[in-house]
């Protein structure tokens, strides 16, 4: 009876162990990244100012800024967008609410699921191969967009799927019974009743594109641009102009990773600087996808 | 009180909903086929650029030559040096990521509070959206001196540094996935070894941890998808110079971080040089896949399970 | 006292006439012959044969598995919406005469002519106006003042106007479990149908909002065609005019409701209403 005792005592001492080491493994993988983050900022700290935000890259550390990499990653993210976001709701909507169960059904879905899984650099191979020579867009904002787009093509379409898919059953048997077509009761009652969700895809897609590297230095970004995109608002009639998505361009990733790789200490500030104010951007954009979710979540109660 | 209807009395404006709502599928699934295209594209660009590279170099050479110098008077195109600096830097985050992720993972599912669990997971998921260039920096210029003062001679790039920031990296991604999986497991078998007379860790590595075996197996799988696809780390902190060495404190290129070598500068298209790293994605396309099919199998035989 | 507010005056004076007249003088609103029901490779209703007689309540009674939810839900094509799924015979909806299930027949049409209300309330996560004028959207009515006032004579006839007018525009989900049903009457009520189809609609409900149900029920009758599945058969009692009794996909028997409960033909119903399986 005793050792049976004592063997449970051990047991129960296993038991706290390894309790401790679950948090100590948390806290410490925390613990790594938040003192990175905050070294981050502690070197970037001397450039966060107004003056890197509106300069233009430079021969000499302290008067690079970033204002063609923040244009240009703003304007990528606009073509991406403006591209996933419909292809991958529609996408979505197909595979939730229309797709039979049948070949081209399953090959869109394994299809989907691979493409999660691919090297983003390879989405560089594919948009350089393809974009930039085969169709002919050049070194450009369009070809960076859309191959941003397609890299987060799955996480939309997946976020979307779940989202489509917490829509009761019942809902959308009640707007079939009124007689509503397919597309009404997606138009009518499960889009907007999952709005939530996509918009949280999105978000959580646009993150991730914001800080992709690689694919876009595989086409060609520039590290050196000393000039903007031409302007999207024109003084004249009809004061739209499309002509930036022709232009070269560099971005926020690739404009840190230039600093970075050079060995002057003064282009290290500057690359902190430009981590942390890109690290800041994922971050909050995460951050109000998961509060969008956690209150869309709230506010529908099925 | 019986009105009459005439036949069919919403005909017409069915039919025009009708043609409307074909127009719409069809839409959908086009967009759904954008899936398809795009891997249809990647399998076509990556051959179609890399067979003019192979019509140049014999495909023997390029799997069993050890020295991969594209760029030299004297070119030799042999992918061993860089498959050995993706594999060592693979598993140095393995090293890393393996035991921290199935730690964290074990933890949140069978110990740690709904009120942890709930705040943890959303904060693990903010740690996997960091830009991985923000990485590579941490990688060179924190952990590679912190490094060197444990490791004097370790040279400013090296892969074990790189590996190791990328197993910080893919920890969450690890935790994350099988937790899922042991968040799976049916609650009647946690009950039943309770039951015995099981402690809380008796029953998460004898009944949950194997019954989740094969969704946790998913996770390392495609953990080690993402270490091997992973790019602008390697091309930060491990040196672009191809070396074939196990040794994770030298320093080696990858088969990503010469894929980025080579686009920073400015090759014409057609060049042997331009082609080649359409070889190596090629290579690097066939590993991950192959990760990710046995990946995406195991999670299917998972979900089937329960 | 709850059998006293659901036993509607006219159920009672029914009870007491003969209802084999009453059976013949109803014209049929829809007759369902040889109709057979297919889930992939699995026959879950056979041959069924029965007449709705028009303005009447009919209730579907049965062991839960029996059929009755899945042959109500071949009126309005329910089935469609489940891949694998097969329809044989015929459904005749009159005075048209059209066939429900025919492959010719569009889905969309017979829904918009036959009205459902489901198991648990679901009225959609939008306002309590708008869950009423949907069906007239979706019909193509634009017309704001006509809208107004189809929704407001479905909510009266759902018996519901007085307890939402003052707030039209709150969610449908703000309402009572019992409320919600009703405002989902109302949805179904709002697009005149020819036929209305109840899925056990007062499972999910106390015994006060199954009585309003009830009674809301009996007061269609005469207005609508109503066919009910229910598992409670006092409920079947209280409510109809005629009952059907299914079991294992087959229509067993179909009487006048007063004929079946107290005379039943066969042995297999007497054993289901005196409660010795089911």
Redo the contacts between chains.
């Keep these: 009876m005793r050792a049976a005792q004592a063997g449970v005592e051990r ?2 001492l ?2 706290k162990l ?2 401790l ?3 100590v ?2 806290v410490a ?2 613990a ?2 938040f003192a ?1 983050f905050l ?2 900022l502690r ?1 970037g700290a001397p450039r966060l100012d107004w003056d890197f935000l509106t300069s233009y890259a430079s021969r000499k550390p302290e008067q690079a800024g970033i204002l063609a990499a923040w244009v240009g990653t703003s304007l990528i993210m606009v073509v991406t967008a403006c591209v996933a976001m ?3 709701v ?2 979505a ?3 939730e609410e ?4 049948n070949w ?1 059904t399953a ?2 879905e394994i ?5 999660a ?10 948009a ?3 974009f930039v ?2 169709l002919g867009l050049g070194q450009s904002i369009l070809a960076a967009g859309l191959t941003l787009a ?1 890299l987060i ?2 996480i939309v ?1 997946v976020a979307t799927r779940e989202a489509v898919r917490a829509v ?1 059953r ?15 009761v997606t138009a ?2 499960v889009l907007p ?1 999952s709005m939530g969700g996509v918009l949280t895809g999105m978000i ?1 897609g646009l ?2 594109a ?5 694919p876009i ?4 970004a520039l590290s050196f641009i000393a000039f903007l995109p031409t302007p999207p608002l024109t003084g004249e009639f009809p004061f739209l102009s499309f002509a930036w998505l022709k232009d070269a361009f560099t971005a926020m ?1 690739i404009q ?2 230039n600093w ?2 050079r060995p002057d200490p003064g282009f ?1 500030v500057n ?2 600087a430009a ?1 942390a104010i ?2 800041g951007m ?2 909050l ?3 109000i996808a ?1 509060w969008l979710r956690y209150r869309f979540r709230k506010k ?3 | 009180m019986v009105t009459p209807k005439s036949p069919a009395p ?1 005909a017409k404006s069915i039919r025009r ?2 043609a ?2 074909r127009v ?2 069809s ?10 295209f ?2 249809l ?2 399998v076509w ?2 051959v ?2 890399a067979l003019p590279f192979f019509s140049h170099v014999p495909l023997a050479d390029f799997l069993t030559d050890t020295m991969w110098t594209p760029l030299f008077a004297e070119p030799r195109y042999g992918i061993l040096p860089l498959v050995a600096g993706t594999l060592v830097t693979t598993f140095v985050a393995l090293a890393l990521a393996i035991p ?1 992720g199935t ?2 993972a ?3 599912s069978e ?2 509070s709904h009120r942890v669990r709930e705040s ?1 997971k ?2 693990l ?3 996997g ?6 990485y ?3 990688a ?3 952990v590679t001196p912190f490094l060197q003062k444990l490791l004097p001679g370790l040279p400013g790039f090296n892969m074990l540094s790189a590996g190791l920031v990328i197993g ?1 990296m893919i ?1 969450p991604y690890v935790a994350s996935v099988s937790e899922d999986a042991m968040r799976a497991v049916p609650n009647y078998m946690r009950e039943g070894s309770y039951a015995m007379g099981a ?4 029953t ?1 590595t004898r009944v949950v941890v194997p019954g989740a075996l094969s969704g946790i197996a998913a996770a390392y799988i ?1 953990g080690i ?2 270490a ?5 780390v390697v ?2 902190a491990a040196g672009l110079q191809p070396n074939l060495t196990w040794n994770p404190t030298e320093s080696a290129a990858t088969i ?1 971080s010469f ?2 070598q080579v ?2 500068g400015d090759l014409p ?1 057609e060049s042997i040089g331009y082609q080649s ?2 070889a190596a ?1 090629l290579v ?2 066939v590993i ?2 192959a ?3 046995v ?2 199998a195991l999670t299917r035989r998972f979900r089937e399970a329960y | 006292m709850q059998m006293q507010i659901s036993m509607p005056v006219e159920a009672q004076s029914l009870s007491d006439a003969p209802r084999g007249a009453i059976a013949e003088t109803a014209p049929a609103k829809a007759c369902a012959s040889k109709l057979g029901f297919w889930y992939g490779n699995m026959q879950a209703l056979k041959g069924l044969d029965m007449e709705i007689r028009d303005k009447r309540v009919t209730a579907l009674i049965g062991p839960s598995g029996c059929g009755k939810s899945t042959f109500l839900r071949c009126f ?1 094509r ?1 089935h469609d ?1 489940t ?1 694998g799924t097969r329809y044989e015979g015929s459904i005749h909806l009159y005075p048209d005469d059209i066939d429900l299930v025919s492959r010719d027949v569009d889905p ?2 017979v ?2 002519r036959i ?2 209300v ?1 198991q ?1 309330p ?4 939008k306002s309590i106006f708008e869950n009423v004028a ?2 007239l959207r ?2 193509g009515m634009r017309a704001r003042a006509l809208i107004e006032e189809e929704v407001e004579k479905a909510l009266r006839d759902a018996a519901l106007w007085d307890e939402v007018k003052d707030r039209l525009q709150s969610s449908g ?1 703000s309402l009572s479990g019992g409320q919600q049903q009703r405002l ?1 009457i109302a ?2 009520l709002a ?1 005149n149908p020819e036929l209305l189809l109840f899925d056990e609609p007062t499972s999910a409900l106390d015994p006060i909002a199954t009585a309003r149900i009830e009674e809301l029920i009996t007061a269609l009758r005469e207005r609508v065609t109503v066919l009910i599945v229910t598992h409670n058969m006092q409920q079947a009692a209280r409510v109809s005019d005629y009952t059907a009794f299914m079991y294992l996909g087959e229509l067993v028997e179909f009487d006048a409701t007063s004929k079946l409960f107290t005379n039943p033909g066969r042995k297999a119903t007497e054993d289901y209403i005196t409660g010795r399986y089911g």
């Design positions: 047991r129960k296993f038991d390894f309790v080491l679950g948090l493994v948390l993988a925390f790594v990244l990175l070294d981050l070197q419909p292809v991958g529609a996408a909507i197909y595979l229309y797709a039979p169960k081209v090959i869109i299809n989907v699921t691979n493409l899984g691919v090297p983003s650099i390879i989405y560089g191979l594919l350089l191969g393809l020579y085969k397609l093509l799955p379409i009761p019942p809902i959308r048997e009640a707007a079939y019974a009124l007689g509503a077509t397919r597309w009404e009518h009652h009743y959580i993150s991730r914001i800080g992709e590297t690689a230095i595989t086409i060609g990733p840190m990773f970075v790789s290290r690359a902190a981590g890109l690290l994922t971050l954009m995460n951050g998961i529908i109660n099925w | 919403f909903r009708r409307r709502d719409i599928e839409l959908l699934l086009l967009a759904g086929l954008v899936a398809v795009t891997t594209a990647i660009i990556l179609a650029e921290a730690i964290i074990i933890y949140l110990f740690a943890v959303p904060a998921e903010m740690l959206a960091v830009p991985t260039v923000v590579g920096y941490f060179l210029v924190m910080i920890v402690t809380r860790l008796q998460a495609l998808s993402r091997v696809g992973e790019t602008m091309a930060v990503t894929i980025v686009s920073l298209h790293i359409f994605g690097l396309l991950t896949l990760f990710n099919i990946g995406f | 309005n329910m919406l891949p969309i049409e829904r918009m009205g459902m489901f648990k679901n009225p959609f996560p949907y069906g979706v019909r989900l989902c949805r179904a697009t």
